[in-house]
């Protein structure tokens, strides 16, 4: 088992950045692709990034390309999710998880979701 504990969400006038932070605990961190996931209300959730196990390979949705970085500290367990210039349809509830995936955005090679940390832009 993973445990996933995702941080750092909250109210942000658009313009402005957050970071997100996903502590991971019990299995090995390192063996598992990281992603971050993002589902608003009445929405299907989507992918908004995803990193591989070694941190070679990376993915950004369209939506956030540019204005966002994903970054994983395989000592801290940890990955991050660094999102600038935020607009108000990024309003969603984010969602960390882990996996072994074979291609990085498809959301059923997770395995383990974390609870999700809520981001609201203002506009």
């Known amino acids: 088992q993973v445990q996933l504990v995702e941080s750092g969400g909250g109210l942000v006038q658009a313009g402005g950045s957050l970071r997100l932070s996903c502590a991971a605990s019990?299995?090995?961190?390192?063996?598992?692709?990281m992603g971050w996931f993002r589902q608003a209300p009445g929405k299907a959730r989507d992918i908004v990034a995803a990193?591989?196990?070694?941190?070679?390979?990376?993915y950004y949705a369209d939506s956030v390309k540019g204005r966002s970085t994903i970054s994983r500290d395989n000592a801290k367990n940890t990955v991050y999710l660094q999102m600038n210039s935020l607009k108000a349809e990024d309003t969603a509830v984010y969602y960390c998880a882990a996996g072994l995936t074979t291609r990085l955005y498809i959301d059923y090679d997770y395995e383990y979701w974390g609870q999700g940390t809520q981001v609201t832009v203002s506009s």
């Open positions: 990193i591989s196990r070694s941190g070679g390979s990376i």
């Open positions: 019990g299995r090995t961190f390192s063996n598992y692709d």
